[in-house]
C-alpha cells in the first residue's frame, strides 16, 4: 500500500528528470567538439615529433659534432660542412635592418593614428594599412628584387649586389610595419584617459603627453608588438628567398647577397632532394630552429600582453 | 629629481619657451603623420612597380622567317591551312606529343596560331621596356631597337591579356599563361577550407560553448594562439614530412588506384595549407562566436532546448556571417601563401589542367615567384601580370569579406 502510494507520488507530482535521460547524439556531438579541439594540439606535437625526429637524425650523424655546427663559418652539408653561422648571422642582419624600418615608423604611425587623427583620418588612413598587410610577400619579394634593389644601387653605387640583404630587410621592414602599428595602436589606446586628461591638466602639449605620459604607459604592450615583428622578420621567408641570394655566405655587409635559414630551406626544398639524405635532414634541423626561435618569442609576446590588460582592468 | 624644478620660466621666458615646446609639438606631429605618408607611399611605389612592369615596348625577331612556312599573310590563314603547316613541319615526334595533349583537330584555331609561332617561326625577345620608359622615351627606345638589332620588330605590349589567363604554362614567356596556376590554386584552396572550415568552426564552438576554464582548455587556447605565430615555411616542413611522405598511400592516390604519382599532389599542398590556416580559422570563429549576444542562449535554454540545440539553431546561425568573413580572410593567406607550396613541392612547369586532388599541381605566388627569380626581363613581364590577377582575386575576396562583415555590424 504505501509502495504503490510513493510511485502514485512520482507519478504525480516529481518533475520529469531530464538530466538522467540519455542522449546519445548529443554526446557524439560533444566528442567530436572536443575532438576538433584537441586536434590543434596534436599540430603542435606533430611539428615538434616530426621536425625533432629528422633533426635528430641530422645531429646524430657522426660527421656534425657541436663543434662544428657552432664552431665553423660554412654550411654546405652535402660535402660535409656543417657551420650554422652563415645562415644564422643573414637571418639577424635581415631581421635586423626590418625592424629598425618597422619599429620607429609603425611606432610614429600608431603614435599618429591613436593620438593626433581625427576619427574620421583614422577610418581614411587605417584600411591602407590593412592593404600593406594583405599583400602577398612573395609580391614583396618581387618589390624588392625589381624596385628597392635598383633604387639602393642608383644611392649607393655599384656596391650593391644584385642580391642583398639591405633590399631585402628594408621591404621586410615595410611588411612587418602594419603589423607593429596596429598592435602598438591597440596599447596606445588601451590607455585610460585620465591620464592624458591628468598631463593636459599640467600644460603638457599634445606630444610632451603623448611621448611622456601615454607612451611609457603602453610600453609593454609596444614591446609585445616588436617581439611578434622579430618572430615574423625571422620566419619571413619570400622576400628573402627572392631578394636576399642563395648561397650561406658569412657576412654582415649588408650590400652584400646571403641566404637566411628559411631562404635556405625554400631553395633547397624546392629541387630535387632525396628522402633520407644529409641536405633533407638538415633542412628539419635548421626548420626546428626556427620554430623554437618564434615559439619563445611568440610566448614572452604573449606574457607581455596578459600581464599588461591586467593592468589596467 | 630634477635641479630645474623650481626654476620655472617667467615672463618673457615663458612666451619663448612656451613657442619653442609648440614648435617642437608641431614638428613632431610632421614626422609622425610621414610614417603613414611612408607608408602610402610604399604601397603606390609597389602598385605602380607591377603595373609598369606588365606593360610596354617589346623588340623581338623571327628566327625562322613566316614565308618559309606559307605563301600567305600568317593572320589570314584559316585553321585547316594552319593545322596542315603544322603536320608538315613539326617532326613526327613533337607533333605526337601534342596531339596526345589535346587532339590536333580539335583544338582551336587561335591555339593552332599560338604553337604555330611558338614551335615554328620561334619569336625570339630580346629587349623588353618598362611602361614608363615605353611612354617618355619612345622615340629613343626606337632608334635604339633600329640600331641593335636591324631586324626586330618593336610593339607596345600588354603582358596580361585575356590569353595569358586561359593559356597554360609555356617555356617562353611570349606564350605562358597562368591557367593551370590559377586552377591549381583553386584546388589547392578548396581541399583546404574543405580540411580547415568544419574542423575549426567545431574547434571554435568547443573552446566558446563547451569548454569549462580547466587547464586543458587553457593549454589549448594558448596553443591555437601560438599556432597562427608559427612560420608558414614551418607548416611547409610538417606538410612535407606527414603528408608527402609518411601519407604517401594516400596523398598519391596509389591507395585508391593511382599510379602515376608521388605525395607531391595537389592534395598534400591543400592539407598543409588547411593546416596552416586552421588557426587563423578558429580565433575568427571564435570572435563570431563571442558576438553572439548571451540573451539568445539564455532564451534557449530558458524553453528547454538542450546545449548542442541551443549552438545548433540559435548561436551557429547567428554567428555565421562571422566565421564566413573569417574563412574568406583565411582563404586570402591561403591563395598567397608561397613558402609551404614550394616546400610541399609544387611543381613548375605544368602544361595540363589538373584532373582531381592526386595530379601535380602548380600554384598563381608559384609561377610569380620562378619568373621572378628568371634572368630574362621578358620573364619579369609575366610575373608583373601574374601578380595583378593575384591582386585582384585577394582584393574581390577581401571586399566581399568587409561587405559581409558591414553586414553582420548593422544587425546588433
Known amino acids: 500500500m504505501k509502495q504503490e502510494n510513493t510511485i502514485m507520488e512520482n507519478k504525480i507530482f516529481r518533475p520529469l528528470d531530464l538530466k538522467k535521460k540519455m542522449r546519445p547524439a548529443e554526446s557524439i556531438i560533444q566528442s567530436l567538439l572536443f575532438i576538433s579541439g584537441v586536434l590543434s594540439i596534436f599540430i603542435t606535437v606533430a611539428i615538434v615529433y616530426e621536425l625533432g625526429k629528422e633533426a635528430l637524425l641530422f645531429f646524430n650523424n657522426p660527421d656534425v659534432t657541436f663543434a662544428k655546427f657552432f664552431g665553423t663559418t660554412q654550411w654546405q652539408p652535402g660535402i660535409g660542412l656543417f657551420g650554422i653561422w652563415p645562415l644564422v648571422t643573414s637571418t639577424l642582419v635581415t631581421s635586423f635592418i626590418a625592424m629598425f624600418v618597422s619599429l620607429p615608423l609603425g611606432l610614429a604611425a600608431a603614435l599618429f593614428l591613436s593620438e593626433y587623427a581625427s576619427p574620421k583620418a583614422r577610418s581614411a588612413l587605417k584600411p591602407i594599412l590593412e592593404i600593406l598587410a594583405g599583400i602577398p610577400t612573395v609580391v614583396y619579394g618581387y618589390f624588392a628584387l625589381l624596385f628597392m634593389t635598383p633604387l639602393l644601387q642608383k644611392i649607393f653605387g655599384d656596391g650593391v649586389e644584385v642580391y642583398n640583404m639591405l633590399s631585402a630587410g628594408i621591404v621586410m621592414g615595410i611588411m612587418i610595419l602594419p ?40 610600453l609593454s604592450g609596444i614591446g609585445a608588438a616588436l617581439i611578434i615583428g622579430i618572430s615574423r622578420a625571422v620566419g619571413e621567408t619570400m622576400i628573402v628567398a627572392v631578394a636576399a641570394g642563395s648561397g650561406p655566405n658569412f657576412t654582415f655587409n649588408p650590400f652584400k647577397a646571403a641566404e637566411t635559414m628559411t631562404g635556405h630551406i625554400a631553395r633547397i626544398s624546392g629541387g630535387d632532394l632525396s628522402y633520407n639524405s644529409i641536405d633533407y635532414n638538415s633542412l628539419f634541423a635548421i626548420a626546428l630552429m626556427l620554430f623554437l626561435v618564434t615559439l619563445v618569442l611568440n610566448l614572452i609576446s604573449q606574457g607581455i600582453i596578459n600581464r599588461f590588460r591586467q593592468r589596467y582592468e | 629629481m630634477n635641479p630645474n624644478r623650481d626654476h620655472y620660466p617667467k615672463g618673457e621666458a615663458l612666451h619663448r619657451s612656451l613657442s619653442r615646446r609648440y614648435r617642437s609639438a608641431s614638428i613632431w606631429q610632421t614626422l609622425f603623420f610621414s610614417a603613414l605618408v611612408i607608408a602610402i607611399l610604399s604601397l603606390a611605389a609597389l602598385l605602380y612597380n607591377v603595373v609598369d612592369g606588365a606593360f610596354g615596348y617589346v623588340a623581338f625577331e623571327y628566327k625562322n622567317d613566316p614565308s618559309e612556312f606559307t605563301s600567305k599573310a600568317l593572320d589570314d590563314l584559316n585553321k585547316q591551312e594552319l593545322l596542315d603547316i603544322l603536320t608538315t613541319n ?227 546561425p547567428n554567428a555565421l556571417p562571422g566565421i564566413l568573413t573569417g574563412s574568406i580572410l583565411a582563404v586570402s593567406r591561403a591563395i598567397g601563401e608561397t613558402a609551404p607550396l614550394i616546400v610541399v613541392g609544387a611543381s613548375t612547369f605544368i602544361s595540363l589542367d589538373p584532373e582531381g586532388p592526386f595530379s601535380k599541381f602548380t600554384a598563381l605566388p608559384i609561377q610569380i615567384y620562378q619568373w621572378t627569380t628568371r634572368a630574362q626581363s621578358e620573364f619579369h613581364s609575366i610575373a608583373a601580370s601574374a601578380i595583378i590577377v593575384l591582386l585582384i582575386l585577394l582584393l574581390s575576396l577581401n571586399a566581399t569579406a568587409v561587405l559581409l562583415r558591414n553586414r553582420v555590424q548593422r544587425k546588433y
Open chain 2, 90 to 316: 613539326l617532326s613526327s615526334g613533337a607533333f605526337k606529343k601534342l596531339d596526345n595533349e589535346k587532339a590536333m583537330e580539335k583544338r582551336s584555331k587561335s591555339d593552332l596560331y599560338t604553337l604555330v609561332l611558338e614551335r615554328l617561326i620561334q619569336i625570339d625577345t630580346k629587349q623588353t621596356w618598362s611602361m614608363t620608359d615605353s611612354i617618355f622615351r619612345s622615340s629613343e627606345i626606337k632608334a635604339e631597337v633600329a640600331k641593335k638589332y636591324p631586324d626586330a620588330k618593336l610593339e607596345f605590349r600588354s603582358w596580361l591579356t585575356p590569353v595569358f589567363l586561359t593559356t597554360p604554362m609555356s617555356s617562353k614567356a611570349e606564350f605562358a599563361g597562368v591557367r593551370t596556376a590559377i586552377l591549381g590554386s583553386l584546388w589547392m584552396v578548396g581541399i583546404a577550407i574543405l580540411f580547415a572550415l568544419p574542423i575549426g568552426t567545431g574547434a571554435a564552438i568547443y573552446l566558446q560553448e563547451y569548454a569549462s576554464k580547466n587547464f586543458l582548455n587553457r593549454v589549448i587556447q594558448t596553443n591555437i594562439n601560438n599556432l597562427a605565430g608559427v612560420p608558414s615555411i614551418v607548416y611547409g616542413m610538417l606538410g612535407l614530412a606527414i603528408f608527402v611522405r609518411a601519407l604517401e598511400p594516400f596523398t598519391s592516390g596509389s591507395m585508391f588506384g593511382v599510379t602515376d604519382s608521388n605525395g607531391r599532389t595537389i592534395l598534400s599542398a591543400g592539407l598543409t595549407m588547411g593546416t596552416l590556416v586552421l588557426p587563423l580559422i578558429i580565433i575568427n570563429a571564435q570572435e563570431a562566436i563571442k558576438a553572439v549576444p548571451d540573451s539568445l542562449r539564455q532564451a534557449a535554454f530558458g524553453v528547454g532546448a538542450t546545449r548542442w540545440q541551443t549552438v545548433w539553431h540559435h548561436v551557429l
Open chain 1, 179 to 218: 603589423l607593429i602599428s596596429s598592435m602598438s595602436e591597440d596599447a596606445l589606446s588601451a590607455v585610460p584617459r585620465a591620464l592624458r586628461e591628468g598631463a593636459y591638466a599640467m600644460g603638457a602639449t599634445k606630444f610632451e603627453t603623448s611621448i611622456q605620459v601615454v607612451l611609457p604607459a603602453a
